[in-house]
C-alpha cells in the first residue's frame, strides 16, 4: 500500500479552501507527487447535495484518495516524473475530480 511520507501545505492567504502537495511513496517504492485542491464552494456543493463521499475525502484532505490513485498511475520509473491533480468540482456536488501527468507520455 502507498505511504505518504511527506506533506506541504500549499494554501495561500487569499485562497478561498485549501491546496496540499503529498510526496507518496508506492508499494513498490517509487514516489510520486499528489497535488490535492478543495475550494469552499466545493465544499459547500458537497454538503448541499449531502455527497458523503465527498464530504469524506474533504476530511481527510484527500490523502486516502491520492494513496490509491497512487497505486493506479504508470510508473514513475518508466514515464519520469508523475503528478497526480485531484481536486473538488463545486459544479458537480463537490464531487471529487482526478487528471495524471507525466513528464513521458506512456506507450
Known sequence: MAEVIE??????????????????RREDGV?????VRCWDKAHAAAEQAAN?????????RGSAAALEYAELVESPETHGAVLISIWF????????????SYERAPA
Open 7 to 24: 506533506t506541504h501545505d500549499l494554501t495561500t492567504p487569499e485562497q478561498n479552501g485549501w491546496a496540499l502537495d503529498y510526496r507518496i
Open 52 to 60: 458523503a463521499e465527498a464530504l469524506a475525502a474533504i476530511a481527510d
Open 89 to 100: 468540482d463545486p459544479a458537480d456536488e463537490g464531487n471529487l475530480r482526478r487528471r495524471v
Open 31 to 35: 514516489e510520486l507527487h499528489a497535488d
